[in-house]
């Protein structure tokens, strides 16, 4: 709802004010989500600053891909991905698992399914610094799982929002687009419009810097 009257605002003042410089900002990048799929329901571009819009990123792509074999176990592309991510020893089990289970589980258990077959956070933490912020891109699209009834009908609404192309040109050129991006990355940046989103109590100051004051000061 707070995505949706963003983007409500935003319009409003994209039809009030010539090529406005308008700012989305959140507090972690797993909040992108729903901003951006506001956005792209509403017709308004977008770029994410500094970063990858959220299904385009890898955790995301790789937990997609096991969906995906879920609902269609002849998807190569997903194989092969998996098969990389993976490795073959661990991703050719997987693959008739997936299946024999893809259309008994909603579409949140069957992310848990997949993600407690590969042991998938831990090989986050193995093999990248930034696992939290890995671990809340996922934890994001396990929440919007949860609106969906069947596997199909999410990967349906995922296909969408990838295929989606924010760009529009207007008069010979290109809208500006809105910029998204995290707290921290905005600094030293200037806009004439900023929108601040998800401002409440865990994720600003998020929850993690709760116990340090030092940590807090900095939030």
């Given at each position: 709802e707070e995505a949706e009257w963003i983007a409500k605002e935003i319009k409003g003042v994209r039809a009030s004010a010539d090529h406005p410089r308008i700012a989305v900002l959140y507090r972690t990048n797993a909040q992108s989500r729903p901003i951006e799929q506001a956005l792209i329901f509403s017709a308004?571009?977008?770029?994410?600053?500094?970063?990858?819009?959220?299904?385009?990123?890898?955790?995301?792509?790789?937990?997609?891909?096991?969906?995906?074999?879920?609902?269609?176990?002849?998807?190569?592309?997903?194989?092969?991905?998996?098969?990389?991510?993976?490795?073959?020893?661990?991703?050719?089990?997987?693959?008739?698992?997936?299946?024999?289970?893809?259309?008994r589980l909603p579409p949140r258990e069957l992310i848990g399914f997949f993600l407690a077959k590969t042991d998938y956070l831990a090989r986050l933490a193995r093999e990248f610094q930034n696992t939290e912020e890995r671990k809340e891109n996922i934890e994001e699209l396990e929440k919007f799982a949860e609106t969906f009834r069947t596997t199909t009908e999410l990967l349906e609404r995922i296909t969408l929002l990838e295929s989606a192309d924010t760009a529009r040109t207007v008069g010979g050129e290109k809208e500006e687009p809105v910029h998204l991006m995290s707290i921290h990355l905005s600094k030293g940046l200037e806009f004439g419009w900023v929108f601040v989103a998800g401002a409440e109590e865990g994720f600003l100051p998020h929850h993690r810097s709760l116990c340090s004051p030092e940590e807090l000061e900095e939030e």
């Amino acid at each position: 709802e707070e995505a949706e009257w963003i983007a409500k605002e935003i319009k409003g003042v994209r039809a009030s004010a010539d090529h406005p410089r308008i700012a989305v900002l959140y507090r972690t990048n797993a909040q992108s989500r729903p901003i951006e799929q506001a956005l792209i329901f509403s017709a308004i571009p977008y770029r994410i600053f500094g970063g990858i819009t959220f299904y385009g990123r890898k955790e995301v792509r790789d937990v997609v891909a096991g969906l995906r074999i879920a609902v269609n176990p002849n998807d190569t592309v997903s194989k092969t991905r998996l098969e990389k991510a993976l490795t073959k020893r661990i991703a050719f089990p997987l693959f008739h698992e997936l299946w024999a289970v893809g259309g008994r589980l909603p579409p949140r258990e069957l992310i848990g399914f997949f993600l407690a077959k590969t042991d998938y956070l831990a090989r986050l933490a193995r093999e990248f610094q930034n696992t939290e912020e890995r671990k809340e891109n996922i934890e994001e699209l396990e929440k919007f799982a949860e609106t969906f009834r069947t596997t199909t009908e999410l990967l349906e609404r995922i296909t969408l929002l990838e295929s989606a192309d924010t760009a529009r040109t207007v008069g010979g050129e290109k809208e500006e687009p809105v910029h998204l991006m995290s707290i921290h990355l905005s600094k030293g940046l200037e806009f004439g419009w900023v929108f601040v989103a998800g401002a409440e109590e865990g994720f600003l100051p998020h929850h993690r810097s709760l116990c340090s004051p030092e940590e807090l000061e900095e939030e």
